[in-house]
């Protein structure tokens, strides 16, 4: 088990297999001794080996002389506002995302409320990688203590960014799922506080996730959709499994990709603020950048991960930043993502307006985005790239610009490729998106021939 430590985001391996818990141990100690002294809190998700881990973190952490404050079971971003809000040096999140059950992993979060950068987790590597730990004695090692109330405080604060007293007189009806994942500790909570009939599916905290997958996506939601569908509610609301993201389903069981939603939000941040810019992945839709262009703002590009929209947000002070998978970041709150507050924008928007979600996302027009991923494997993924960034701009139609932020984008006259390797499997991910369904077809398959073409020759 000495395979590389961290990956695009923290550590993500399966447990038992890429990840024991004597690793975790000495990510401790190298966290512990990054940080020097003062405090660390740890929190995690429902996953079955989360306790195991975040206890021999603990030990380690303490180990240099570093104290500890645990948690509990508790969604990411409330982790990350507990970190902020109380000055501690670092927050953990003990999960692995929306990964299968099998999985565990480690999220880094900085006091600033923001994940750690890609600078930061470089040298905690460095210290996790040359075994070179503090050492305290038997009478300085690191205490541990329990902070309880930390859902309540982020839910008391996120009520502070709406309009609390306008929703509430709405009543409106909302199904939640949580997908058994952190999130059943608050979503349906923060509804009751907003005077909503809440209705909750696969709302009990299981690490095994026998609910649904992890992911909250089209084919993942059948429950949540049917239920939202029939019932009347006013809207779905449906978490990955530590809650740091929120896909949302109209009134008539619609899922809704979570770049549109992004735009419907940047319209309105962008009215009420004197900041203009919108910050995304490179994999968001072109009408992210219609709809915000319409409203006076721009939008900035970054390459994927919540961490690097957050980065941006804050150098360009961005109204709001977002990734397609369902996450929103709102920087007057705090700088990780925010399912929760984007979902009470969404009810004050449909308080304000007296219409329902469908007919919201409804201004926000839908093109046709493909993907697709051809098998590579992972030591040819690096030589595929670079000849396809030689080659590819030339076999596309019109192309416009050539990318480099993250993976090969072009952007052409008519739509867009995104050529990706996954950071996690052996794939090289396709992407593309035009206003009209034949274009974009055409894009993928002359994209997929050239990718394949490569793959086969290098
Ligand atoms: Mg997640």
């Given at each position: 088990m000495t395979d590389k430590l961290f990956g695009t985001t923290g550590v993500r391996k399966v447990y038992g297999k890429e990840f024991d818990l004597e690793m975790a141990l000495n990510l401790g100690k190298a966290l512990g001794t990054y940080v020097k002294s003062g405090t660390v809190i740890i929190a995690r998700d429902a996953r079955t080996t989360g306790l195991m881990v975040a206890d021999t973190l603990a030990a380690g952490i303490m180990s240099t002389g570093v104290n500890v404050?645990?948690?509990?079971?508790?969604?990411?971003?409330?982790?990350?506002?507990?970190?902020?809000?109380?000055?501690?040096?670092?927050?953990?999140?003990?999960?692995?995302?929306?990964?299968?059950?099998?999985?565990?992993?480690?999220?880094?979060?900085?006091?600033?409320?923001?994940?750690?950068?890609?600078?930061?987790?470089?040298?905690?590597?460095?210290?996790?990688?040359?075994?070179?730990?503090?050492?305290?004695?038997?009478?300085?090692?690191?205490?541990?203590?329990?902070?309880?109330?930390?859902?309540?405080?982020?839910?008391?604060?996120?009520?502070?960014?709406?309009?609390?007293?306008?929703?509430?007189?709405?009543?409106?009806?909302?199904?939640?799922?949580?997908?058994?994942?952190?999130?059943?500790?608050?979503?349906?909570?923060?509804?009751?506080?907003?005077?909503?009939?809440?209705?909750?599916?696969?709302?009990?905290?299981?690490?095994?996730?026998?609910?649904?997958?992890?992911?909250?996506?089209?084919?993942?939601?059948?429950?949540?959709?049917?239920?939202?569908?029939?019932?009347?509610?006013?809207?779905?609301?449906?978490?990955?499994?530590?809650?740091?993201?929120?896909?949302?389903?109209?009134?008539?069981?619609?899922?809704?990709?979570?770049?549109?939603?992004?735009?419907?939000?940047?319209?309105?941040?962008?009215?009420?603020?004197?900041?203009?810019?919108?910050?995304?992945?490179?994999?968001?839709?072109?009408?992210?950048?219609?709809?915000?262009?319409?409203?006076?703002?721009?939008?900035?590009?970054?390459?994927?991960?919540?961490?690097?929209?957050?980065?941006?947000?804050?150098?360009?002070?961005?109204?709001?930043?977002?990734?397609?998978?369902?996450?929103?970041?709102f920087p007057e709150i705090h700088l990780a993502p925010e399912p929760f507050l984007a979902t009470c924008k969404i009810l004050e928007l449909m308080a304000q307006s007296g219409k329902s979600f469908g007919e919201l996302i409804a201004q926000i027009p839908q093109y046709p985005l493909l993907k697709s991923k051809l098998n590579c494997p992972n030591d040819k993924k690096q030589a595929v790239m670079d000849s396809l960034a030689t080659t590819l701009p030339g076999k596309m139609k019109d192309t416009v610009e050539v990318l480099t932020v993250d993976g090969l984008g072009i952007s052409l006259k008519q739509g867009w490729v995104l050529v990706r390797p996954s950071g996690t499997e052996p794939v090289i991910r396709i992407t593309c998106e035009s206003p009209d369904e034949d274009i974009t077809k055409q894009i993928l398959q002359t994209a997929e021939d050239a990718v394949k073409t490569t793959i086969d020759a290098v």
């Open positions: 404050v645990r948690g509990g079971i508790i969604p990411t971003p409330s982790l990350a506002f507990a970190t902020m809000k109380h000055g501690f040096k670092t927050g953990l999140m003990v999960t692995a995302s929306h990964n299968p059950p099998e999985y565990t992993g480690v999220k880094f979060w900085s006091g600033s409320s923001m994940g750690y950068t890609p600078a930061e987790e470089k040298k905690l590597e460095e210290i996790y990688e040359t075994k070179k730990f503090n050492v305290a004695s038997w009478d300085a090692s690191g205490k541990e203590t329990v902070l309880e109330n930390i859902v309540n405080d982020h839910i008391d604060e996120i009520l502070e960014k709406c309009d609390t007293e306008l929703i509430r007189t709405k009543s409106f009806r909302v199904i939640v799922d949580p997908g058994n994942g952190a999130a059943c500790v608050l979503t349906p909570y923060l509804m009751q506080r907003l005077n909503c009939e809440v209705v909750t599916i696969n709302g009990q905290l299981d690490g095994q996730f026998p609910g649904r997958p992890s992911e909250p996506e089209e084919e993942t939601l059948g429950d949540l959709i049917r239920m939202t569908e029939k019932t009347g509610a006013a809207l779905g609301i449906a978490h990955d499994g530590d809650a740091d993201r929120v896909v949302f389903v109209t009134e008539k069981g619609e899922v809704i990709r979570g770049d549109r939603t992004i735009a419907l939000l940047a319209q309105q941040a962008l009215k009420n603020s004197k900041e203009k810019t919108v910050v995304t992945t490179v994999d968001s839709s072109l009408v992210l950048d219609k709809t915000v262009e319409k409203s006076g703002g721009k939008i900035i590009r970054t390459p994927v991960g919540d961490i690097q929209v957050a980065i941006k947000v804050e150098e360009t002070r961005g109204v709001i930043g977002g990734e397609a998978c369902g996450v929103f970041i």
